[in-house]
């Protein structure tokens, strides 16, 4: 199961949503607005910032966070899609 962090769930505050494990057992994070599931997020068995954070230092997570946001562009800025809530919230 993956444990979510504090730094995660502020970022899923300053968005209005709320975050749990996921249910789908091939995602990391589950997001809520008003109860209602809108999105799962996080593949499992892929890295996000924090897991890099915490096992290989900032340097090596702000690079990886940077190349993510280069591959990911053309669907992270779509407001309220998964890959928005990934971006915000795993990055």
């Not at 997020?41 to 890099?52: P, Q, R, S, V």
């Amino acid at each position: 199961m993956y444990k979510i962090t504090d730094r995660q769930k502020k970022n899923a505050a300053s968005l209005g949503v709320t975050i749990k494990p996921s249910t789908n057992k091939s995602k990391k994070i589950d997001v809520f607005k008003n109860g209602q599931k809108i999105a799962s997020i996080g593949a499992m068995g892929y890295m996000d910032y924090e897991l890099y954070l915490n096992s290989l230092g900032k340097e090596y997570a702000d690079e990886r966070r940077k190349l993510y946001k280069i591959r990911h562009a053309n669907n992270r800025n779509k407001i309220g899609t998964p890959g928005f809530f990934a971006d915000r919230i795993l990055w």
